[in-house]
């Protein structure tokens, strides 16, 4: 995966690195660089070789929104042929965990990227905010609905309507950002986090997920039903009869992701 123009990639013991790769405009995301941030996390998806994606931004920012530039010019038709929100809704079909840390600048389409990650770690100066309104538009790629599910109505309303910015650790006090890290670590304690993912049962990580996800959008009797059919399925994997005979033998255990 050489051939991209707006991100960077890498692996490294089993976590996938993708870096927003435009610091000039502050990572802002033009069409191309949502294709290839996509591209990428679909393909580490598949990989056997990856077991956590990790998304970061180079420069001054995570990404400060949208390419402002990109849509100035763009009409209701432009959209509707191009159907953009068809790239950004496939990463809601990623089954590993993903996650975020954040810097900077975390400002509309960049925020509704951070939040459709599974987890945020947010270095300690970062701003975060939909600046939509101040443009005349609104967010449209999941804030109103990810950020109000987090804050509830009345908070949510506040930050869209006003586009002001929030601090870090207001992010932290809302439950979006799992936790604040000085910015010179950021990077290191978000891989030693991943590695952590990592070393994990791979088919429990994708099985929870599924489920707490569905916790977030459905009724309590759909999502215990779905929560039992992956707890029934972890009993075909050889991880769990790896992880438990290592717990009686009283050995660490070697998990294969099978
Ligand atoms: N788009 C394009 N360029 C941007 C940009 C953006 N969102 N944000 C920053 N830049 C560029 C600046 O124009 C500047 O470029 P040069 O002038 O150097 O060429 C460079 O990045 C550095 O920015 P500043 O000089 O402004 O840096 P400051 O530190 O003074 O200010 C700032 C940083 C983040 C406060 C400021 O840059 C700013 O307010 N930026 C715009 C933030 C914003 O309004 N973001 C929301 C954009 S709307 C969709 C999906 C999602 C969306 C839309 C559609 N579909 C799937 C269809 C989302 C919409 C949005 O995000």
Partial sequence: MSDFSFIKTSVDEQVATIVLN????????????????????????KDEAVKVILLRGEGRAFAAGADIDEMANDGPIDFELLNPFAEWDKINFIKKPILCAAHGFVLGGGFELALACDMMFAAENTSFGFPEVTLGVMPG????????????????????????KFSAKDALDYGIVNRLIAPELLQEETEAYARRLANQPPLSL?????????????????GMQLERKNFYLLFASEDQKEGMNAFLEKRRPNFKGK
């Fill in 206 to 222: 994708r099985l929870i997920k599924e489920a707490v996800n569905k916790a977030v959008d459905h009724p309590l009797e759909e």
């Fill in 141 to 164: 790629a999941g804030g109103t609905q990810r950020l109000t599910k987090l804050l509830g109505k009345t908070k949510a309303l506040h930050w869209l309507w006003t586009g002001d």
């Fill in 22 to 45: 435009r610091p000039k405009v502050l990572n802002a995301l033009n069409r191309p660089m949502v294709t290839e941030i996509i591209t990428a996390m679909e393909a580490f998806d």
